[in-house]
């Protein structure tokens, strides 16, 4: 296309300039149909108007109406090429508007599954996090009664622990202790026999009932002392403060 303009508009400027009107009409015909063809009509009717020019000073009569005739098919041509592009930008805006419509449309039901799918995960999260919160609760509750439990078990064991050790010093210590009252009341009968004698005048009697106290005097204290120690001992080895 480019050489064929070239070598038109070559032809055109010789034939001018070589004073060659037919020459110049034929160049000026190409120039229209081409520039027509390249949908060119600013240069087209140009070339045309000096077509027709050259046509007036060369032909007459019939010549002028084919002119007439062509410049005529020319305007149709022009009408047709742009009510073409008309149709085709029509044609190419209905085809935009369908392909956004069908994007928006493709769009719409992405979004619309999407969230469908958010709202059934948030659901079914929402539905574990109750399930789990449940389940922590009935947790802590059992382990609050399982502490409780456990609480009174050791509470029970520290009772009985103690009822034990309590029963254990008691026997331990109650044996001195029936030692300790029994020489003492001992005693006190011998020291109710050693006055009777005394006021007797019974010398060698008082001495033997004196030796007898003495000696149990030194059981009253070997037994108190045997207490003592035992009451130590447990003190040594610890007893439960809690106790």
Do not use: C
Request: hydrophobic share 35%.
């Amino acid at each position: 296309m480019d050489s064929s303009f070239f070598y038109a508009r070559q032809a055109y400027e010789i034939a001018t300039r070589a004073n060659s009107p037919q020459l110049a009409l034929s160049a000026a015909d190409a120039l229209v149909r081409l520039y027509s063809a390249a949908s060119n009509l600013d240069s087209a009717f140009k070339y045309l108007q000096w077509s027709y020019a050259v046509k007036n000073t060369v032909y007459s009569g019939e010549k002028i109406k084919q002119i007439q005739r062509l410049d005529f098919e020319a305007k149709e041509r022009e009408r047709e090429i742009r009510a073409s592009r008309q149709n085709y930008q029509s044609r190419l805006r209905i085809y935009m508007l369908l392909a956004g419509f069908v994007a928006l449309l493709t769009i719409t039901v992405i979004l619309l599954r999407s969230n469908r799918h958010k709202q059934r995960a948030f659901t079914l999260l929402q539905r574990q996090k109750n399930e789990t919160d449940n389940q922590r609760t009935k947790v802590e509750e059992t382990l609050r009664e399982l502490k409780s439990t456990q609480a009174q078990l050791i509470q029970s064991e520290k009772m009985a622990s103690l009822g034990e050790l309590t029963a254990g010093i008691a026997h331990e210590i109650q044996n001195p202790l029936n030692f300790v009252n029994n020489f003492s009341e001992v005693n006190e009968e011998l020291l109710g026999e050693l006055v009777d004698e005394a006021d007797k005048g019974h010398t060698q009697e008082v001495k033997t009932i004196a030796e007898n106290i003495r000696q149990n005097l030194e059981k009253i204290n070997h037994h108190g002392k045997r207490a003592d120690a035992i009451v130590k001992g447990m003190l040594q080895h610890g007893i439960p403060q809690n106790y």
